[in-house]
């Protein structure tokens, strides 16, 4: 059987170096049906696919994916290029969001001015959160999202058959504080590349918190002082996103987000490259949604094995649905995926032993 890969019009096309993403409320609604093209060795083949359901709604759960896209006309080091990553994970992100029933955001634009150092352009995440929980507390009660995973722009989807709702604990877990805050720790401690934000009040003001810890430090080496952290070093260099957002954790006005901050394990959502090679001790079969390529990992790690098992996955998913003679869905048949109910339970059993707070998370950026 020859891979099934979405035609250009479903919702875009994956290898169009030049998609753009769409925010959540240009999501194409109306389209009942759609076509899925069969490449074989011999010929191709055109099928159209009506859904069990018309796509009418993008939000069947009330989650945004939201990321902070960065200009990638530059991301050339020699003769590594990762212009295919920072492509390919916006359009990852805006399918999965599609599949499952979330919204997605990708903003492009700065809110951070960048002109004295280009360290600070990572704190346009934080701008670009606390604008996407404004517009949801903005909405009726019934219509505002619930969670927003933030999730960096060099990340790719690995499991497509992972939902998020899967790994986002719910009513029927006896949780010992309100869950605000889904973080991870890797080996460098806090990492706030891949989190979920509880949609609420609360959060607007540990965010400003934490601008207003990179904006101070910002304004005093503008001015060619030498500010300290709270451990009493220099710290002369512009702040990335990380170290303002530990700074708000700590600070004794924000226990009840400390309390209501619980520890998601890293791989889930923020699996290395290397990770595939066996330099850690983590076994392979293991809950992992996506992988993620910063730093030094785009321009060492490649790109292409992880697309096609995420490709294997889709087209494996359209596979069992068409021999099971169901008409594939909005999901594409990966609801019959060994990972969705997986998923479900593997965070299940995570979620009932759960403990809220941050011990055991350094937060080594300061």
């Not at 990321?67 to 990852?92: C, E, V």
């Not at 060099?154 to 992972?162: A, G, K, M, Q, R």
């Not at 099971?324 to 995570?350: H, I, N, T």
Request: with cysteine; net charge negative; glycine share 6%.
């Amino acid at each position: 059987m020859g891979y099934l890969f979405p035609s250009k019009d479903y919702p875009y096309d994956l290898y169009n170096s030049s998609h753009s993403p769409t925010l959540a409320h240009e999501l194409d609604e109306g389209k009942s049906e759609r076509s899925i093209v069969t490449v074989t060795a011999t010929s191709t083949i055109t099928q159209t696919i009506t859904p069990t359901l018309p796509s009418a709604s993008p939000t069947r759960h009330p989650i945004i994916i939201l990321q902070h896209l960065t200009d990638n006309s530059h991301s050339t080091i020699g003769k590594y290029d990762s212009r295919l990553l920072l492509d390919r994970s916006p359009a990852d992100h805006e399918r999965h969001a599609k599949i499952h029933g979330y919204r997605y955001i990708g903003d492009n634009a700065s809110y951070v001015e960048e002109k004295f150092h280009s360290r600070r352009k990572s704190n346009n995440k934080i701008h670009v959160l606390m604008k996407t929980l404004l517009v949801e507390l903005g909405k009726p009660e019934g219509e505002r999202a619930e969670w927003v995973f933030v999730t960096d722009a060099d990340t790719v989807i690995y499991s497509p058959s992972i939902p998020l709702h899967h790994l986002i604990p719910s009513s029927r877990h006896d949780l010992p504080s309100e869950t605000l805050f889904l973080g991870i720790k890797d080996f460098n401690g806090f990492n706030n590349g891949n989190m979920f934000l509880r949609v609420n009040r609360r959060m607007i003001s540990f965010l400003a918190h934490a601008l207003s810890k990179e904006e101070e430090r910002a304004q005093k080496i503008m001015r060619g002082e030498r500010p300290l952290d709270p451990h009493g070093r220099v710290r002369d260099n512009f702040a990335s996103d990380q170290e303002p957002l530990s700074l708000a954790f700590l600070s004794p006005d924000n226990r009840d987000i400390r309390e209501g901050f619980y520890k998601i394990p890293c791989h889930w959502v923020n699996f290395y490259p290397e990770q595939f090679r066996g330099n850690y001790t983590q076994e392979l079969d293991e809950l992992i949604l996506q992988v993620h390529y910063p730093n030094f990992r785009k321009w060492t790690y490649p790109l292409q094995p992880i697309v096609s098992h995420a490709e294997d996955v889709y087209s494996t998913a359209i596979g069992k649905a068409l021999n099971e003679g169901l008409v594939v869905s909005d999901s594409e048949g990966l609801e019959l995926m060994e990972w969705y109910d997986r998923s479900r339970k593997v965070a299940d059993e995570w979620w009932r032993r759960a403990k809220n707070g941050i011990e055991g998370i350094e937060f080594t950026t300061i």
